[in-house]
């Protein structure tokens, strides 16, 4: 897969920046599985850490730490 650089944040803050809303949405949707009696299983946060690292190095922020990619999680 080929990152399309026009589309790729600027810096890395650019990309924190983006990844905080993603992640804010990801919140979002584990509040509708709190409200189903569910959660978003261990498993699927690895995923989707790995994920948000993945876009990451594909858009040449290779040094992200995954951990600032998803800070504002609450899942």
Known sequence: MRAHRDRAPA??????????????????????????????????REEIAENFWFVAKAYGFADADVEELIAVRDW
């Open 11 to 44: 810096d890395l803050p650019a990309l924190y920046a983006l990844t905080e809303v993603a992640t804010e949405e990801f919140n979002a949707l584990q509040d509708d599985f709190e409200a189903a009696g569910s959660d978003i299983e261990t498993v699927a």
